[in-house]
């Protein structure tokens, strides 16, 4: 008896094939490309003049400079935090490292909301630091240190869950080589480790930027919304909406889309760097690629 089970599996694979491709392009398009076209129609409804005003306004520019400045101290001290976890989790044995790796991950469990709670309840004036704070004249809840410890917060993840798993998988023996040829700790770090996670460090740094210039929830929180002072983008987009000046809402938050656009751009293009290195890595290290003699790779 002969079976036509192979026979029907492959009369219903297009129809299969098709029905996934369309559900995945009507959620693409109903939760992607709608809303980013409603923000960019909304925002240009009263023409590019009023659209250049909207962003041009000394409060819009106030809030554009602190998201900015928000960013450029984050990025960075998650940057040495991400290269300095990922380095003790992926290259060495410690006692406490799964505690290390859950407290990573923390930020991912706990709502931004609630983190920035925990600054208030720390930092603010009936915290458990208030008083000493407020004696010495320090002010972190509702002024830019507040925001840029809750934004810190919400995106350390980023790098670090970036390169543990891409140095996890590299392994261990190239930097054990460089110790056995007389490199110190930081030769190696510098001339090997480093140069083998770039595209993936590049790749955790865009993240961690995108996440950390988008942040609304816990900056919410520690920010008291003062216009002109403590209100990065998302915060300023908040209120002009809430005023029913939806022209202006929508004007400003079309700066956050195109944010988000150059970062899914910028972030395949990695990937796809990422990807070409990794491929022309197993190519100098497989002997059939180079006429069946081995030769050691160094990534540049």
């Known amino acids: 008896m002969v079976?036509?089970?192979?026979?029907?599996?492959?009369?219903?694979?297009?129809?299969?094939?098709?029905?996934?491709?369309?559900?995945?392009?009507a959620f693409v398009t109903l939760f992607l490309i709608l809303p980013l076209v409603t923000v960019f129609t909304q925002g240009l409804s009263k023409g590019l003049e009023a659209y250049f005003r909207a962003i041009s306004e000394p409060e819009a520019l106030a809030a554009i400079r602190l998201t900015l400045v928000t960013a450029a101290i984050a990025v960075p001290l998650n940057l040495v935090f991400?290269?300095?976890?990922?380095?003790?989790?992926?290259?060495?044995?410690?006692?406490?490292?799964?505690?290390?790796?859950?407290?990573?991950?923390?930020?991912?469990?706990?709502?931004?909301?609630?983190?920035?709670?925990?600054y208030v309840l720390l930092f603010g004036?009936?915290?458990?630091?208030?008083?000493?704070?407020?004696?010495?004249?320090?002010?972190?809840?509702f002024?830019?240190?507040?925001?840029?410890?809750?934004?810190?917060?919400?995106?350390?993840?980023?790098?670090?869950?970036?390169?543990i798993p891409?140095?996890?998988?590299?392994?261990?023996?190239?930097?054990?080589?460089?110790?056995?040829?007389g490199a110190n700790g930081w030769q190696t770090f510098f001339r090997v480790t480093l140069p083998n996670v770039k595209w993936g460090l590049l790749h955790g740094v865009i993240l961690c930027n995108a996440r950390a210039m988008g942040e609304f929830g816990a900056v919410s929180v520690v920010s008291g919304h003062i216009r002109g002072q403590t209100n990065t983008v998302p915060l300023h987009v908040e209120i002009l909406y809430n005023e029913y000046n939806f022209a202006a809402a929508f004007a400003v938050a079309s700066l956050l889309a195109i944010l988000a656009l150059v970062t899914l751009v910028v972030k395949s293009f990695l990937e796809r760097k990422s990807n070409q290195h990794s491929t022309l890595e197993m190519r100098k290290t497989d002997p059939r690629e180079v006429g069946g003699e081995q030769y050691e790779y160094r990534s540049a």
């Open 3 to 25: 079976s036509t089970a192979p026979r029907s599996r492959g009369k219903f694979e297009p129809f299969i094939r098709w029905t996934l491709i369309g559900i995945s392009l």
């Open 82 to 118: 991400g290269i300095a976890a990922s380095w003790a989790v992926a290259k060495h044995e410690f006692p406490g490292k799964n505690i290390l790796i859950t407290l990573i991950d923390l930020p991912f469990a706990v709502s931004p909301v609630i983190s920035g709670l925990i």
């Open 125 to 141: 004036a009936q915290g458990i630091l208030g008083p000493w704070l407020a004696e010495h004249d320090i002010k972190i809840i």
């Open 166 to 181: 891409l140095m996890q998988s590299q392994g261990k023996e190239e930097e054990e080589a460089a110790y056995t040829l």
């Open 143 to 163: 002024a830019v240190p507040g925001i840029v410890l809750a934004t810190i917060f919400v995106t350390f993840p980023f790098v670090a869950r970036e390169l």
